[in-house]
């Protein structure tokens, strides 16, 4: 079954590509690898606000992560033009909008990670790093950058 496949049993239809809020392109191809910058998790169309720990539960930011997966599936597929041409997702990298003591950032980036399982199976698997952090661009709650190989 294709991605496409996929993503339409899952009712997921990928966003166009945002336009950059700063001074930075939202992706960069070198070789066989597609670097996807930064994207924040959005619901309605704008910034989903919220710190994990203090105004959010550990399911609400999953689903958030498990958002700004799609936005990142949306741009990878402007990168490459087919993400059945993808060969791996390599690493993930979340950035979580927490309060001090919370400490389910591994959790939160589940939904994103999970996502990407199932959109691509075994090549979905990836190395990962979740951090906890004091603030992200727009209040939102979660940012997430992936990297992955294309053949």
Known sequence: ???????KQLG??????ATPAAAYVPFVRTGNLVFISGHTAKRDGKPWVGQLGKTMTTEE??????????DLMGTLHAAVGDLN???????????????PDFTEHHLVTNGASEL????????????????GVAQIPTGSCVEIELIAEVG
């Not at 997921?12 to 590509?17: E, M």
């Not at 990407?116 to 951090?131: M, Y």
């Open 1 to 7: 079954m294709s991605v496409y496949d996929k993503l």
């Open 12 to 17: 997921i239809t990928l966003p166009p590509v």
């Open 61 to 70: 930011g999953k689903t958030a992560a498990r958002s700004v997966a799609i």
């Open 85 to 99: 041409n993808v060969r791996r997702i390599v690493k993930v990298m979340s950035l979580v909008n927490s309060s």
């Open 116 to 131: 990407l399982g199932q959109l691509f199976g075994d090549r979905g698997a990836h190395a990962r790093s979740a951090f």
